[in-house]
């Protein structure tokens, strides 16, 4: 921390990487630099943020990450330029809305808290790519959650979520979707809106069904269900031509929909820990071309 020394000009520094300090307030000289673009705080052990880095409104990357903070003020919506924000593993109980304002942000990190809501003012997060909400109390979200424009990727792992609000409108960019470990029971009727799906990861959850419009998800190659309810697969499942990897182990299934052989691109399926009296003849083709089964 040599650098905020009192008497060193930092007139113009543009980084400041104070991770690790065991920090209980930020210097105040740091507040000071109006050419900041880059703040991390990593690892410290702040509980409150002054209100004067609010008016570093340069600031494009702020890393609050492994701290103590319980609250965040709603002056954070003045950093219109933000890209990156880091909050998590902190002890966040809600999310202000005045995030919302933060329309040029496009990763977000707010996992490891204690959020049980996911506010209003978040769907003015136009750009956003990135969210990970992993690790908190969630039970339910928002019906316009799949409203993110150009979001691509979304971590909504070891929460309490009984279940997903339906897609709605098709949502053609979303990439790769993780909610394992949640309370899930059943999917959206309309999850084949996610229609470019590419991984989508349920582990160790309670689902008993899977719905047909799963096979309008074309783009799929990677499908974890394993430790789940599930006694039976959709027929559509057969039409998940671009699958490389399934896991369905540790299920209730018996049966096989007809038709998986045209999984040409399949290179793992995993089906242990199941309740099958007899394999269909699709798995010794697939086993042919070279595909991992395991039974």
Not at 53 to 60: F, I, K, Y
Not at 99 to 126: F, M
Not at 260 to 275: A, S
Request: hydrophobic share 40%; with cysteine; glycine share 4%.
């Amino acid at each position: 921390m040599a650098q905020l020394e009192a008497g060193t000009d930092l007139s113009s520094l543009e980084y400041a990487i104070l991770d690790g300090c065991e920090l209980l307030e930020l210097p105040l000289n740091l507040l000071r630099l109006t050419q900041l673009h880059t703040l991390s705080v990593y690892d410290n052990a702040l509980e409150k943020l002054p209100e004067a880095l609010w008016q570093l409104t340069g600031l494009t990357t702020l890393n609050l990450s492994v701290n103590r903070l319980t609250d965040l003020s709603a002056d954070i919506g003045q950093l219109e330029r933000l890209k990156m924000l880091d909050l998590g593993h902190n002890r966040l109980e809600q999310l202000t809305e005045a995030l919302g304002r933060l329309s040029a942000l496009e990763v977000l990190y707010a996992s490891n808290n204690q959020l049980e809501r996911v506010p209003e003012g978040l769907r003015g997060l136009s750009n956003l790519r990135y969210l990970n909400l992993t690790d908190n109390c969630f039970t339910a979200l928002p019906a316009w959650f799949w409203n993110f424009e150009h979001l691509t990727e979304l971590r909504l792992y070891n929460n309490a979520l009984e279940c997903l609000p339906e897609v709605g409108a098709k949502n053609s960019v979303l990439r790769e979707l993780y909610a394992m470990k949640n309370r899930l029971t059943h999917l959206p009727e309309n999850l084949g809106h996610l229609s470019e799906l590419k991984v989508l990861d349920l582990q160790d959850n309670a689902l008993e069904h899977l719905s047909e419009s799963i096979g309008q998800l074309e783009h799929l190659t990677d499908l974890n269900l394993r430790f789940n309810a599930l006694k039976s697969l959709p027929e559509s499942f057969a039409q998940l031509e671009n699958l490389r990897f399934i896991d369905l182990r540790a299920n209730r299934l018996s049966t096989l929909p007809d038709g998986l052989e045209r999984l040409t691109q399949l290179e793992k399926l995993d089906l242990r820990w199941n309740r099958f009296e007899a394999w269909p003849k699709s798995l010794s083709v697939l086993e042919g071309r070279g595909c991992q089964v395991y039974v």
